[in-house]
C-alpha cells in the first residue's frame, strides 16, 4: 500500500496477528489434525473454509484478463500488475491452509510421485501449480516492462482459471454422499463464487492502494453483476435443495439456515457479504470509496459463506443413526473450531494482510503504470 | 434333534471353507461378507471385537452398530445394523484418492497404505456408508494417572493395549504414537492379517448370534453364497452404483 499514513498501522495489526497466529501454525505443524476440532463424520472443517476463501479471492486476476482481453476494457490495464500480485498472495495463502489441514502435511510429494488422475483433488492441484506458475511469470513480464509476454500470459490463464475454479467445484460436486455438496449447480457456483470475491477484493485494492477511479467504478459495475449473478445460483441452489426431493439435503440446508451456525449466515455472509455490499454498489456506484468498502465487505463475509457450504452440508449422518452407534467425540455430527484453528485462520489471514501491505514497497513496479501504459494515464 | 436347526456350527463351516478358499489361487478369491439382521442381537460384541483386535484408538471404529427404532408402541421392534467397510466394487473412496494410497486387492477388499495416506480426507467424505474415520491421535490412556508398578498407571495400561503394535496388514507397525496410522485414513479391512494365517475376521468369531457370515463369493459351495441367494437380500445405499461387496438379510 502506497499511503504511509494507511499501511503503517495496517502493517502493526499484521504482525501482531502473524506472531498471535504462530501458536495455530505449530499446533498444525506438530501435532496435525489432533488439536482441532475435527470427526471422522465432520472432516473438514474451517481450514478448507479458509481455503476455498482464499482460492475464490486469487481469482480477481481472471476478472482483470477477461475484461482487459476479452471485453477490451484498456482502463484496466493500470491495474493489472496489482491484480496479478492480489492474486499470488491469495494463492499462497491458500495453499498454506490447506497444506496445513492435512493428516501428513510432509507427504504432498505424493502429488507429484504417485497421483491418481482419477481424483479431482489432482487435477486441483495441477491447476493450482499451473495458476501460480502463470501468475508468478506474469508478475516477472509485469515487472520486468515485457509486454508481449504479459499479455500472452493473461490470454494463457484465463482458460487455466476457469479449469482450476471449476475444478474445485466439481471436486465437491461428485462427492454424492453429501447431498448439499453434489450435483452441477456446485461447479457454476463455484466459478461464480471465485470471480465475484476475486472482483470484489481487486476493486477494494485498486481504490486502497493505487486510487484508481475509473477501474473502481468499472470493477463496481462488474461487482454488482457477478453478486447478482451469485444470487441468481444460490437461489436456484436453495430452492432445487429444499424442492428437489432429497430428504437428506433439505436437511442439510435446514442445519444451513435455521443450525447452531446460522447467524454468521445471516449476519456475515447474507447480511455483511451480500446485503450491504449491495446496496453500497447500487447507491455509491460513482463513488470509488463506498465501492471499495463494499469490496472488502464481501471479502469479509465469504469466509462465512465458505464456512456454511463445507459445515453444515456434514451434518446430516450417511446412514441413520450412525452417529449414535459409537460414543466418542470424534464421532459426531456437530462441530465447532478449536482455538487452534482459529489462531492459524487469524495466521493466514494476517499473512495476506501483511503480503498487500508490503507489495508496493517490495515490488512497486507492479504497482506503478508501465512505460507502455502512459498513453492510458489519466 | 430337529432337522431345521443346524447340524454343525456356522463357525465351524466358514473355517472350513476359508481353509479351502486359501488353497485356491488367491486372485481366484472374493471376499465377501452377509449379515443376517434377523439373528443381529445388537449386543456389539463385534464392534469390541474389531477394535480390540485392531488395536484402534477412540474415535476410530471400523463396524459400528446402528440402533433402529421401529413402529409405534405397542407395536414397537428394534433393529440393529452391523456397518462394516461394504468392500464395494466400485469405490468412490479409492477413486478419489489423489496419492493412490487406497485400492482394491485381487480378493475384492479396499485397502490402505498407511505410508502413502497424506490424510486429506477426501475418502471420508466420498464414503457413502461413512465407513472410513480418520486417526486424530487419541489415546485411551491419556487420562489414566501415573502411577509406579507393573499393574497400575498409565504406562501399565498403554502398555497392555495402545502402546502395541497394531497388526494391521500384516505389517509391524511402531508403536502408537510414532507417525502412521495417526493422521491417516483407516478402515475396516477384513482382518486381512487374520485372513493370512487361515483366521476369520474378528466380527465374523465373535458374533454370539452368528449373524455375520463370511468367505469366497467365488465358492459356490460356500455359506455365503448361499446367503447371498436368499430373497431376503438387500445392500444399503444401491442407488449410489458402488455395488456393495457386504449384503444383510432383512
Request: glycine fraction near 8%.
Amino acid at each position: 500500500m502506497a499511503n504511509t499514513k494507511r499501511s503503517n498501522p495496517l502493517l502493526i495489526v499484521a504482525g501482531l496477528g502473524l506472531l498471535a497466529g504462530l501458536y495455530g501454525v505449530f499446533e498444525a505443524l506438530v501435532y496435525r489434525t489432533e488439536p482441532t476440532g475435527l470427526g471422522s463424520y465432520v472432516p473438514w472443517g474451517l481450514g478448507v473454509a479458509l481455503y476455498l476463501l482464499f482460492l475464490g479471492l486469487s481469482a480477481g486476476g481472471l476478472v482483470i484478463s477477461i475484461m482487459l482481453y476479452v471485453f477490451g476494457m484498456k482502463e484496466l490495464d493500470r491495474i493489472s500488475g496489482l491484480a496479478t500480485y492480489a492474486t499470488l498472495v491469495a494463492e499462497v495463502c491458500a495453499g498454506i491452509a490447506i497444506a496445513l489441514d492435512l493428516g501428513h502435511w510432509e507427504r504432498m510429494y505424493r502429488f507429484a510421485f504417485t497421483p491418481s488422475f482419477s481424483s479431482p483433488m489432482v487435477w486441483m492441484f495441477v491447476f493450482f501449480n499451473a495458476v501460480l506458475v502463470i501468475y508468478l511469470l506474469k508478475a516477472w513480464a509485469v515487472h520486468s516492462g515485457n509486454k508481449g509476454a504479459s499479455k500472452f500470459l493473461s490470454i494463457a490463464h484465463i482458460p487455466v482459471s476457469f479449469l482450476f475454479y471449476g475444478t474445485n467445484g466439481y471436486f465437491f460436486s461428485i462427492l454424492t454422499s453429501h447431498a448439499a455438496w453434489s450435483g452441477p449447480v456446485i461447479v457454476v457456483w463455484f466459478v461464480l463464487a471465485a470471480m465475484l470475491s476475486g472482483a470484489a477484493l481487486v476493486m477494494a485494492l485498486a481504490w486502497f492502494c493505487q486510487e484508481e477511479k475509473e477501474a473502481t467504478v468499472i470493477l463496481g459495475k462488474t461487482t454488482l453483476f457477478l453478486a447478482i449473478c451469485f444470487l441468481i445460483v444460490e437461489w436456484l441452489y436453495v430452492s432445487t435443495g429444499f424442492r428437489g426431493g432429497r430428504p437428506d439435503m433439505a436437511l442439510a440446508l435446514t442445519h444451513m439456515l435455521t443450525g447452531k451456525a446460522s447467524w454468521s449466515v445471516w449476519l456475515f455472509h447474507a447480511g455483511l457479504g451480500l446485503a450491504l455490499p449491495l446496496l453500497l454498489l447500487i447507491w455509491g456506484r460513482n463513488a470509488p470509496a463506498p465501492l471499495a468498502w463494499a469490496g472488502l465487505c464481501i471479502v469479509a463475509g465469504f469466509l462465512a459463506y465458505r464456512y456454511a457450504f463445507v459445515v453444515p452440508a456434514q451434518s446430516v449422518p450417511m446412514l441413520p443413526g450412525l452417529d449414535k452407534a459409537w460414543q466418542d467425540p470424534r464421532l459426531t455430527l456437530a462441530y465447532v473450531p478449536t482455538l487452534g484453528e482459529w489462531l492459524l485462520t487469524l495466521w493466514v489471514f494476517s499473512l495476506g494482510l501483511a503480503g498487500v501491505v508490503v507489495g508496493p514497497r517490495l515490488f512497486p513496479r507492479l504497482f506503478s503504470r508501465p512505460a507502455w501504459l502512459q498513453p492510458l494515464a489519466r | 434333534m430337529s432337522p431345521s436347526l443346524p447340524s454343525e456350527d456356522p463357525l465351524v463351516r466358514m473355517h472350513r471353507e476359508l481353509a479351502r478358499a486359501l488353497t485356491r489361487d488367491p486372485d481366484k478369491v472374493k471376499w465377501v461378507m452377509a449379515i443376517d439382521l434377523a439373528r443381529c442381537i445388537g449386543c456389539h460384541a463385534c464392534a469390541v471385537a474389531c477394535v480390540s483386535e485392531n488395536k484402534l484408538p477412540p474415535g476410530v471404529v471400523y463396524r459400528p452398530v446402528m440402533e433402529e427404532e421401529i413402529g409405534v408402541y405397542p407395536n414397537v421392534r428394534r433393529r440393529f445394523l452391523p456397518r462394516p467397510c461394504m468392500q464395494c466394487e466400485n469405490p468412490p473412496c479409492v477413486a478419489v484418492c489423489p496419492v493412490t494410497a487406497t485400492w482394491k486387492n485381487k480378493q475384492g477388499v479396499t485397502v490402505i497404505d498407511y505410508d502413502r495416506c497424506i490424510g486429506c480426507r477426501y475418502c471420508l467424505t466420498a464414503c457413502p456408508y461413512g465407513a472410513r474415520c480418520s486417526d486424530f491421535a487419541g489415546f485411551y490412556t491419556n487420562a489414566t494417572a501415573e502411577a509406579d508398578g507393573l499393574i497400575l498407571g498409565r504406562k501399565a495400561a498403554a502398555t497392555g493395549y495402545e502402546d502395541a503394535a497394531a497388526p494391521e496388514y500384516g505389517k509391524a507397525w511402531p508403536p502408537r504414537g510414532h507417525g502412521s496410522p495417526i493422521g491417516n485414513a483407516r478402515k475396516c479391512h477384513f482382518c486381512q492379517h487374520r485372513l493370512a494365517v487361515g483366521q476369520l475376521p474378528s466380527c465374523v468369531t465373535s458374533c454370539i448370534g452368528r449373524a455375520t457370515v463370511f468367505g469366497d463369493a467365488n465358492d459356490p459351495a460356500s455359506y455365503v453364497r448361499e446367503c447371498m441367494g436368499s430373497p431376503r437380500v438387500f445392500r444399503l445405499k444401491e442407488e449410489q452404483g458402488t455395488q456393495p461387496n457386504v449384503c444383510y438379510l432383512a
